[in-house]
């Protein structure tokens, strides 16, 4: 099994695991190595050939290998790079590393509308999470940015292109685990737009997951768009008998009410299981589904805002925050 | 004057068809090498010549082809890349439109030494007239039977096929390449894997530019000892050159490698030196290398001369050198405008960027709106660090070569030509009128001289 030192965490790892792939093993194996873990905008584990387009989990690769102990010439993408026995790795060890990344984040906002405020991902957006992370107080860019009108596409779909950083996401949503694939990328540069071609409507069984897989809000449900901002939802864990999916879902409940369906995410913000249209759009009513019991929110995330208080003090007292050690133990102080 | 050997024949009646091509000793190395040769002796005679990647990179081609994997009962191909499509460069239109048949040949015979029995010329859109010459070509070889089944009764099979692109200065990138030529948005693969590994459809794959190819036809002819005599060092051979900018003699030029570069530049074989004015600035290899002042150009910053050679363009790295890139080769006189054509090049690769990484999409328009502000007396001081960092951040943080090509040229103009970016800053007035330094020649300070 190759050896992969990512930060100076070493790891075994099976052969064709990525880097990103092993940094998440890592911080799988203790909550406290978690940021060694680079942020990943357009790679998704469930969708084959996802990945490479974005560089924010661009890492510095110091050692390739025991055999090649050249360092690689320059930033590698963790997602698509398999990791070699022996091959040492930089992340957030590296400032120059941390420089580039920082300009990544900074091209992919020079673009975005910035309008978190309207917009229905915030709060489990990752482009927010990305550049509250990684990115500039403020922006150097100060011409106009690229817009696009907000489109339907389809009945339950809307389209705000203007939001997209074109991770091919749902390109590889729509191709892999739907029957026949309407929408691509049209257009080139940073002109290149997600469209149908043309106007047409995206229908099909599993056309919701798209939503799912967005990191931003390009693509948001039309059945819950400004229903509610998501941290004043309460999410629990539901299923329910479904002859198309697993049914196993999360339910965002505003009192008794669901106000909207979607897959469940793991700690890296993707999906357990895809999930049809018919859990996600046409069963909004408790009635439909068996609860499981509340969702387990990272207690990092703004929807944890106010709820589970009593889980959330037995996390922070169990564990030393992974991100910011310093913070954690004022907070720690605080609650005590 | 110097040896030619792939436009040695370029100017004779009839070269164009087979029969005129023939009388000048085509396809000798089809003959000898499928009669004579094994495929690997073909393999070994390109390693002995030491020949390199024409298109741009200067790999060495018998190294390329030696990565080449041969897994049992899957079809290997060779690509031929003609979508020449590098500002400035010019010298493979020359070459298929001339003497289309070299290009046939050699590609017959490095497909003997890989293993292919279908090749396909991918061509740019734009020489769509090009193509109808190929193809006329390929019939005539195919009708002759150099092209088909069990060539000159070796038992070898060989097809070729032309493809005209769209038009996309991306597909000339391997990879992009190969995803068009697959019917597909012509979007740079990420690497590994290598075509070498798993290019057209998933098979092996060697894709070589149009004059890699032709050269392999003297390199079999004369053998590749005989070719690796030319030349300095790991530069062995000819290159073609396609000279233009202000220059008394543009045009496309064999040159054996190794001249200086300034016979190249003032003899009257070559250029035929500047236009009438003083020699401001040169790029030597397509806008993508990094533009170099005229006393570097002359002289590295050792006080060598320098020489037409992958080495020596490229010494002194990037701080003072360039590279020899793809040959095409453009200067400057002292009325150009730097900043302008900076400006000019990052237009084209935002224009031509495929958007599928953030760096170069977002990059390359950033750095243009921020040079036409600049050109157009609108900048400021600052605009030069900004552009400075936005070209640090795209370079090295892409998938394919491209925003590193876009990077370059904005690299070296401020690095060689910080103080015309000032001037453009101090002087928005002057600079509004579009040819601000035809009458009154932009003097640059001598702390810039050797950067």
Partial sequence: MPKVTIDGIAIDVPEGTTILQAARMIGERNTADRHVVPPAMCYYTKLKTSGGYCRTCIVKVSKASEKDPRPMPKPVASCRTAVMDGMVVENTTSPELLEARKGVVEFLLINHPLDCPICD????????????????????????????????????????????????????????????????????????????????????????????????????????????????????????DCDKCSGKTVLWLKGKEVLRVTGRKDQWGEVEDFICNTCRFDKKDLKHWSVEGPRKIDRHSVIGQGHYLLQRKQQLLNSPAPNVPEIAKRKELKDR | MGRKLLLEHDDKPGIQGLDGYRTHGGYRSVEKALRTMSPEAVLDEVKTSGLRGRGGAGFPTGMKWSFLAKPEGVPRYLVVNADESEPGTFKDRYLMERIPHLLIEGMITSSFALGANTSYIYIRGEYFYVARILERAIEEARAAGWLGKNILGSGFDHDIHVQVGAGAYICGEETALLESLEGKRGNPRIKPPFPAVKGLYGCPTVVNNVETIAAVVPIINDGGAEYAKIGVGKSTGTKLISAG?????????????????????????????????????????????????????????????????????????????????????????????????????????????????????????????????????????????????????????TICPLGDAAAWPVASAIRHFRDEFEYHVLHPEKVKDPKHFAHAPFVRSPKFATA
């Avoid at chain 1, 809307?158 to 257009?187: F, P, S």
């Avoid at chain 1, 599993?206 to 901002?229: H, Y």
């Avoid at chain 2, 030069?384 to 070209?391: H, S």
């Fill in chain 1, 121 to 240: 991902q915030a709060g489990e957006c990752h482009l927010q999470d990305l550049s509250y992370e990684n990115g500039a107080v403020t922006s150097r860019y100060e011409f106009e940015r690229r817009t696009f009108d907000p489109i339907d596409i389809g009945e339950t779909i809307k389209l705000h292109m203007t939001r997209c950083i074109l991770c091919y996401r749902c390109v590889k949503v729509a191709e892999q685990i739907t029957d026949g694939r309407v929408h691509g990328v049209i257009n080139r540069g940073d002109v290149s737009e997600i469209s149908t071609y043309i106007s047409n409507a995206i229908e099909n069984d599993f056309s919701g997951n798209m939503i799912d897989v967005c990191p931003v809000g390009a693509l948001t449900d039309r059945t819950f768009r400004f229903a509610s901002r998501v941290w004043f939802t309460n999410p629990v864990d539901a299923h329910r």
């Fill in chain 2, 245 to 397: 900018g202000n220059i008394k003699r543009p045009g496309v030029y064999e040159i054996e490698l190794g001249i200086t570069c300034d016979e190249f530049m003032n003899s009257e074989e070559w250029c035929g030196g500047v236009d009438g004015r003083a020699l401001k600035a040169v790029v030597p290899g397509g806008s993508s290398v990094p533009i170099i002042p005229a006393d570097l150009y002359y002289k590295t910053v050792n006080g060598d001369a320098r020489l037409m050679t992958y080495e020596s363009l490229a010494d002194g790295g990037f701080a003072s050198g360039s590279m020899l890139g793809s040959g095409g080769f453009y200067a400057y006189n002292d009325a150009q405008c730097i900043v302008r054509s900076t400006w000019n090049h990052t237009r084209f690769y935002h224009h031509e960027s495929c958007g599928q990484c953030s760096p170069c999409r977002e990059g390359t328009g950033w750095m243009e709106k921020v040079l036409h502000r600049l050109e157009h007396g609108e900048g400021r001081m600052e605009d030069i660090e900004l552009l400075w960092d936005i070209q640090r951040k795209i370079e090295g943080n």
